[in-house]
């Protein structure tokens, strides 16, 4: 059997049943984070600007976009919810299962997946059991697919979660709408031709649209394989196929055998994001926030900061003099700037005028990142840091950190979650709807209609 049969295989047998209680239970926790962050980012201005567009467009109103009071066709509603939920880079990030991958290159998984299933779920009045299903079925397909392919796919510059979240969000569509194995086949061909997006795009309101046109892609193909499209059945091993167009090639033991076995979700994991910023800058936040307070420090006691790290983090984290908060986002000079003026790394703290005020100005030419021999020996599969402080009176404070707050060895647990999805709903709503809202996805295997969940995530 091919990867692309046997991918195509599990979607269209793979029923709930068959998942086991840990994993749906642990799902729930993702699908409520993936919420949050879509509801915070439906206020940024890409967001705004995607949301004018899709009103303008028109179309039955078959689905919400989250955080407003528009419905939209179900394409758009994904397109809408899925740029907002990537638009704050505050979602979640793949980990790797073998210690020769590079961390940091594959995707954000969530956000694709959920937009995609949710709007159809609107669409279709689906239980919240059937979107249960579809997250971790679509969740660990793009996660595999996104595992087995050649690093180079990444370094040379497509964005991972623009180019294999559609796989996941095909995935999720397929499972809503009950498609059989060979239509998933032709779902898998069609919406890899639909895949695109490029890293130089980072740090503007392009990045979160590429998870928006994932989600969208994976809507689309669904609908149009069910109704008889055709396209390659053999699309990711293909000669001129997905993998060796994109990527010059891939590990099929990376998926062969591996789906659900054990679901990705539980190992090697998926991380949440405590911080509205690229996943590589979290452990370098951790500490610079952890000597803050332990010291008590000050901004003017501060001569110089050396962040230490593998050559793979300054690939990504590629603005060192940051203009707006999109590029701040992927600046280590500005992530540990605003930790030292204002102790706390959240959505507040990452605007555009606190990236342009002069005293975080000032304190971001006094940032250095920097490869160090160390971190590099160990290897690229992780994000690892050491950060030292220089004070002006002599001393040097450091610390080091190998896993950041949010990872599956440190996770935030169902306080954490809650804080943060309350934190991100705040922007929209009162507390008293995000507390019946949060209730409703923890018991989203009990929800009878996922539009009684939709009904509390519009905007106040």
Same mark, same amino acid.
């Given at each position: 059997?091919?990867?692309? @049969? ?5 979607i269209a047998t793979t029923k709930l049943k068959d998942i086991p209680a840990d994993v749906q239970e642990m799902a729930k926790g ?19 600007? #995607? ?36 638009? !704050? ?41 059937? #979107? ?43 499972? &809503? ?54 396209? @390659? ?13 994109? @990527? ?10 591996? &789906? ?97 005020? +002069? ?47 949010? !990872? +599956? ?52």
């Amino acid at each position: 059997m091919s990867v692309t @049969a046997e991918i195509a295989l599990f979607i269209a047998t793979t029923k709930l049943k068959d998942i086991p209680a840990d994993v749906q239970e642990m799902a729930k926790g993702f699908v409520l984070d993936g919420v949050g962050v879509t509801l915070a980012g439906s206020t940024e201005k890409g967001s705004r600007i #995607i949301q004018a567009h899709v009103k303008e467009l028109g179309g039955r109103p078959e689905a919400a976009i989250l955080g407003t009071k528009l419905r939209a066709p179900a394409r758009f509603a994904a397109l809408a919810n899925g740029a907002a939920g990537h638009a !704050m880079d505050h979602d979640d990030t793949q980990l790797t299962t073998t210690k020769e991958s590079t961390y940091g290159l594959l995707t954000h998984p969530t956000i694709p997946v959920i937009s995609a299933a949710m709007a159809l779920g609107d669409r279709m009045g689906a239980s919240g059991k059937a #979107i249960l299903h579809a997250y971790i079925v679509g969740v660990e397909v793009e996660c595999r697919i996104a595992d087995a392919i050649n690093p180079a796919h990444y370094r040379e510059g497509f964005h991972s979660t623009a180019t294999m979240g559609g796989f996941g969000a095909l995935a999720a569509a397929g499972v &809503l709408l009950g498609l059989k194995e060979e239509a998933v086949q032709r779902g898998l061909g069609l919406v890899a031709s639909m895949a695109g997006g490029l890293r130089e795009n980072f740090g503007t309101m392009t990045k979160p649209f590429h998870a928006g046109r994932a989600a969208e892609n994976g809507v689309v193909a669904a609908d149009l394989v069910r109704r008889g499209f055709t396209a @390659a059945v053999n699309i990711l091993e293909a000669k001129r196929g997905f993998y060796n167009a994109t @990527a010059r090639g891939f590990d099929p033991a990376k998926i062969m055998g591996r &789906l659900g076995k054990p679901y990705f979700l539980m190992s090697p994991g998926i991380s949440i994001k405590p911080y509205p910023s690229g996943s590589l800058s979290h452990p370098a936040q951790d500490v610079i926030l952890s000597l803050v307070k332990q010291h008590d420090l000050k901004p003017d006691q501060i001569e110089r900061i050396e962040v230490g790290t593998n050559s793979d983090i300054p690939n990504a984290l590629i603005h060192n003099e940051p203009t707006t908060a999109l590029q701040g986002k992927f600046s280590i000079p500005f992530c540990m700037a605003i930790a030292v003026l204002e102790r706390k790394a959240g959505i507040a703290q990452f605007v555009d005028r606190k990236v342009r005020d +002069p005293k975080t100005v000032d304190l971001m030419k006094r940032v250095r990142l920097y490869v160090d021999e160390e971190m590099e020996r160990l290897g690229l599969d992780r994000a690892r840091c050491i950060v030292k402080v220089t004070l002006r009176d002599g001393r040097v404070l450091t610390g080091r950190s190998d896993a950041a707050r949010g !990872m +599956p060895e440190k996770p935030l647990g169902k306080e954490g979650l809650e804080e943060k999805f309350f934190d991100c709903a705040a922007l929209v709503m009162k507390k008293a709807q995000a507390r019946k809202a949060a209730d409703l996805i923890w018991g989203l295997d009990r929800l009878a209609n996922l539009r009684i969940l939709i009904k509390d995530l519009k905007s106040a």
